[in-house]
């Protein structure tokens, strides 16, 4: 089977993606499952931070937030091609099981290990692959610790699930753990029409917060003011980020905000600043600015350089930085238990409306070579889904889910032809 792999030979070369072919390779581990892959989302690779966990490899995989099906049979193998019709399928068979001879005897690999305890055979499952995973999310099955998954809701689609669960643990890590939102915060909430940014609104609002943002575009802004519960304030920086502190000073009466959550922001004058660096983020002192008394900034700027004045101004008002790294999570499971009440309550506010995210719409196999290439550049904002519906799954689904699941329009009671009626017009 194939899986999406990229490859960099040195830190200063682009990243190119490659498929290659991979071996059906058994669960030997005895907390593993085998993953069907139903949905698997695209997300920009921090190849920096690889490189700083010593995780480098000559291909590393690609894909980490899933969503699919864990198998209780063997292990299927595709066979197939594409079909070009009214939608893309795969055509796949199975293949006998896997034997080992040990002693004198053919043992057969089960997809589950002896140890998994949280999920069974048809489990519908949602997760984040870790960092030194060895299977890639764009493939069409995937081994995974039991530990690093979650239930998805029959509500949710898969494409949802694989499309939230990630910018969902970034909103409740930024807005849970590292800030305290309650009702009747102020909060900021930098470009929120971004994947990220809409799930944060979306809690945000739904813990009682005074939510301000900002759109960087007319689409953007039209996007934030449907938003229901609606927004306090929706700054417009489309052209400049100049008037973000008045504005933000002005809604909350000069007193700022209690919460800002950034997208990234500019350290420099805009003469100094690197190329590449978008003019419509904020400047740091306009951050500060802004920021209320006892605030507390979550910034994603992983490079932020505060100088002796701002480190002053911060004290002051006895406001506090932190550092936004969703990646944390998987890096340590000193906190795992938390982590997975994360997964759990995102997947529920998910079911039951209160994310609504926005998303693109998927896209095949074969197209995601050339997406992620995008992705990876930071030239699409919104992530890219590659929908993965490839072995006809063994229990019965109602006619339609299939038509919801790929946006067509469910068909209406039959209408009949008369004849009569045909003659008399």
Not at 56 to 63: N, S, T, W
Not at 347 to 375: N, W
Request: proline share 7%; charged share 25%.
């Amino acid at each position: 089977m194939k899986g999406l792999y990229f490859q960099q030979n040195s830190p200063n070369e682009d990243i190119t993606f490659v498929f290659q072919e991979r071996e059906n390779l058994p669960v030997t581990e005895e907390n593993y499952v085998k993953l069907q892959v139903k949905a698997c989302a695209l997300s920009r690779i921090n190849t920096k931070l690889l490189a700083e966990m010593k995780m480098e490899k000559e291909f590393f995989p690609v894909g980490r937030e899933i969503a699919g099906i864990v198998l209780d049979g063997p292990w299927p193998r595709f066979c197939g091609t594409f079909h070009r019709g009214s939608m893309s399928e795969l055509c796949a068979v199975q293949q006998p099981v896997q034997t080992v001879k040990a002693s004198h005897k053919f043992l057969a690999f089960s997809p589950i290990g002896s140890k998994v305890s949280f999920f069974r055979p048809d489990d519908e499952v949602v997760g984040i692959l870790p960092l030194d995973s060895e299977d890639p999310g764009l493939c069409e099955a995937v081994r995974v610790h039991e530990h690093y998954l979650v239930h998805k809701p029959e509500k949710v689609s898969w494409t949802e699930a694989a499309g939230t669960v990630r910018d969902g643990v970034r909103a409740y890590t930024a807005l849970h753990y590292l800030s305290p939102l309650s009702a009747g915060k102020a909060v900021l909430i930098m470009d929120g029409a971004s994947t990220l940014g809409t799930i944060a609104i979306q809690l945000a609002l739904h813990r009682g917060a005074k939510v301000i943002s900002t759109a960087s575009s007319l689409e953007d802004k039209q996007h934030l003011e449907r938003l229901r519960p609606p927004l306090a304030r929706v700054v417009d920086v489309s052209h400049g980020s100049a008037r973000v502190a008045e504005s933000c000073l002005e809604e909350t009466g000069g007193l700022g905000v209690d919460i800002v959550l950034d997208a990234g922001v500019r350290l420099y004058r805009e003469e100094d600043e690197p190329p590449g660096k978008s003019q419509l983020l904020p400047h740091k002192h306009d951050i500060l600015t802004l920021l209320g008394v006892g605030g507390r900034w979550v910034t994603t700027e992983e490079n932020l350089q505060l100088d002796p004045p701002d480190c002053h101004c911060l004290f002051l008002k006895g406001a506090t930085v932190a550092f936004l790294n969703d990646d944390v999570w998987n890096l340590s499971n000193v906190q795992q238990g938390k982590y997975l009440c994360i997964l759990k309550d995102v997947m529920e506010k998910l079911s039951a409306g209160v994310f609504r995210p926005r998303l693109e719409e998927p896209i095949p196999l074969h197209e995601a070579k050339v997406s992620m290439e995008v992705v990876q550049k930071n030239q699409g904002r919104k992530k890219y889904f590659k929908s993965v519906s490839k072995f006809p799954d063994k229990r019965p689904r109602p006619v339609y889910e299939h038509h919801r699941e790929h946006g067509w329009r469910t068909p209406g009671p039959p209408r009949f032809f008369s004849l009569a009626a045909a003659a008399a017009a």
